[in-house]
T-cell receptor, first 117, second 115 residues
């Protein structure tokens, strides 16, 4: 099973709303990621969680708030977003890196298509 | 600063032909090079990956060629099919500490395979 499940698939929210994106994996991966992808662009890293702790925040505005409740779940809380935040939000997970191992490919979910109106 | 340069931006190939996508990098800290395939509205799916100590890896119709000294790698799709029409991203991995790593993506190549 190499599945990363994201919900919802589509989300439309107003600029004053609060919403959350959810991500779940059952591969035993201890590294989880949030990416943002605009149309015709590559994914851009937002956050990295390793062993349920935030290890990287790529200077993401505070209106995006990540949370990792346990090793299988990753949430992204959204508040007071702007129309330019409309994008495909991707969750990914990978096996934790130990030494020089290379079988730590990242597996992506199908994404949440977010539209901010 | 773009750390992984990918070309071409778009590619049109006839069914049965060979599709070739090239990538180049500068950062010697990269230690693993995956390729992702993405269909419209879907997340990227891992296609094939290679370590820098291997010069070639083949999986079915997909082959990665890797030139460590030139810091270049490429994806070859043999016998291209219309179902291969998608956007392809090369990526390079670097360890980011605390048991995780970061992927740096190329800008992507939109492949269209015409019947």
């Amino acid at each position: 099973d190499t599945e990363v499940t994201q919900t919802p698939k589509h989300l439309v929210m107003g600029m004053t709303n609060k919403k959350s994106l959810k991500c779940e994996q059952h591969m035993g991966h201890r590294a989880m990621y949030w990416y943002k992808q605009k149309a015709k662009k590559p994914p851009e890293l937002m956050f990295v969680y390793s062993y349920e702790k935030l290890s990287i925040n790529e200077s993401v505005p505070s209106r995006f708030s990540p949370e990792c409740p346990n090793s299988s779940l990753l949430n992204l809380h959204l508040h007071a977003l702007q129309p330019e935040d409309s994008a495909l939000y991707l969750c990914a997970s990978s096996r934790q890196v130990v030494g020089g191992q290379t079988n730590t490919e990242a597996f992506f979910g199908q994404g949440t298509r977010l539209t901010v109106v | 600063q773009q750390q992984v340069k990918q070309s071409p931006q778009s590619l049109i190939v006839q069914k049965g032909g060979i599709s070739i996508i090239n990538c180049a990098y500068e950062n010697t800290a990269f230690d693993y090079f995956p390729w992702y395939q993405q269909f419209p509205g879907k997340g990227p799916a891992l296609l094939i990956a290679i370590r820098p100590d291997v010069s070639e890896k083949k999986e079915g119709r997909f082959t990665i060629s890797f030139n460590k000294s030139a810091k270049q790698f490429s994806l070859h799709i043999m016998d291209s099919q219309p179902g291969d029409s998608a956007t392809y991203f090369c990526a390079a991995r670097a360890y980011s500490g605390a048991g995780s790593y970061q992927l740096t993506f190329g800008k992507g190549t939109k492949l269209s395979v015409i019947p």
